[in-house]
Every structure is written in C-alpha cells, then in structure tokens.
C-alpha cells in the first residue's frame, strides 16, 4: 500500500537560511510526487511535482525538490527563506490515488 | 481568472440539520473532489467525481453525499451534521493527461461549524 511520511511535525528556520522540509515515501511502483502549501484558512496551492525525468525538480516561490529513488524521499528545498514562507506544507504521493503526509509547518524566524 | 471557488467560505449549522456546500470550478477539468480537513491535519479524501462517474472512498460515512449536476458544479450534503464533521471541506479539480496530469486545483475551502 502507498503511503506519504513527513518526520517533523514543525520547522524552524531563520530568514535568510536554508530550509529542508522532509518528506519520504512507499509506493510499489513509479511514483508521482508533489508538495503543497496552505496558508491560514486557505486551499492548498500546488508547488511542484516530480513524475519523471530530472531528480531536481523547481517549482514556484523559489522551492526545489530532490527525488532521490535509493532513499525513498522527496524533500522540499529553499536556498533563502523568507519570512513569507511560513505555512503548512504537504508532501503527497500518488500510486492508484493521490496520499498527502500530515504536513509540517514551517516558522521562518525574522 | 481561472479559480476554484467555494460558497460560503463560513459555514454554522446547527446538530442534525442538513447542510450543502457548493464548489463551482472555471477551469473545466473532469475530475473534482472534496476533501475534509480537520485542524491542521492531512486533507482526507471523501470522493470524487471523474466527469460523471462517482467514486466514493470506502471510509467515507453514509452521512455525506455529493452531487455533479454539471462539469462546472460539484455539491456536498451532510445529512445529519454531527460535531465530529466539523472541519475544513475543500473542493479540488484535476484535469488528466498532459503536463498537468494529477495537479489538483483547490478552492479557498469551507469552514463548517457544528453548534
């Protein structure tokens, strides 16, 4: 059975410094990967997806993802947070139909 | 602009007494979808619709019910609101095939409150 893992429930990072949100996955064959964003009492907004092709996936607001096949993971990446990012994120997964993780919510620190 | 839009954004019923959402989508996909989310949680799946064709999730209470009347509307009933159904409802639309191949659209949500 497919299955979508985010490990931390909370990130904390600076203004300005690196971000990595975690994400890992089970599915038993190729998978579609994606991360949302939620903003207070608002819908999610797709991010970026990884179906094929280049491991590095770039998406909006600046976020890249790395699929990596041997560990199973998808993390979401930000070279510069901004204050701006702060939200919930959702990795997700789809093998027969589309899993979202839990989410982990993001403070970036000003 | 294209959108996905929800009505009413705020929504207060009372135990027991049947309640529907709306979702209205301008972006002409096939597929559309409600979700219920509870505070801070995962977007749990209550079923979908793939233009005409209604697949109900196997968990999904009796108590909600959707109805498709046309590509551009897709409804939500709930029965008999209980307090445990309140939540976050959201309406989503995907479009298959193509680049956009399992990219959902989701609307700003309706948040149910169960007095």
């Known amino acids: 059975a497919q299955s979508v893992a985010q490990p931390e429930d909370q990130v904390n990072v600076a203004e300005g410094n690196p971000l990595t949100v975690k994400c890992t996955y089970s599915?038993?064959?190729?998978?579609?990967l994606f991360w949302y964003v939620q903003y207070p009492n608002r819908g999610l907004q797709f991010l970026l997806k990884?179906?094929?092709?280049?491991?590095l996936v770039k998406g909006s607001y600046g976020f890249e993802a790395e699929f990596n096949k041997s560990q199973t993971s998808f993390h979401l990446k930000k070279p510069s947070a901004l204050v701006s990012d702060s939200a919930l994120y959702f990795c997700?997964?789809?093998?027969?139909?589309?899993?979202f993780g839990k989410g982990t919510r993001l403070h970036i620190l000003p | 602009d294209a959108m996905v839009i929800q009505n009413p954004r705020y929504q207060v019923t009372q135990f027991g007494k049947p309640v529907t959402l709306s979702c209205s989508q301008t972006?002409?996909?096939?597929?559309m979808y409600w979700y219920q989310q509870k505070s801070s949680q995962a977007p749990k799946l209550l079923f979908h619709?793939?233009?005409?064709?209604?697949?109900n999730e196997a968990d999904t209470p009796d108590n909600f019910q959707s109805r498709r009347p046309n590509t551009s509307f897709c409804f939500l009933d709930i029965r008999s609101p209980g307090l445990g159904d309140a939540a976050m409802y959201l309406c989503?639309?995907?479009?298959?095939?193509?680049?956009?191949?399992?990219?959902?659209?989701f609307g700003p949500g309706t948040r149910l409150t169960v007095l």
């Open positions: 989503a639309t995907s479009s298959p095939g193509g680049t956009s191949t399992d990219t959902q659209y």
């Open positions: 599915v038993s064959g190729n998978p579609y």
């Open positions: 990884y179906i094929t092709g280049d491991n």
């Open positions: 997700a997964v789809r093998d027969d139909k589309i899993i």
């Open positions: 972006l002409n996909h096939n597929v």
């Open positions: 619709y793939y233009d005409k064709d209604f697949n």
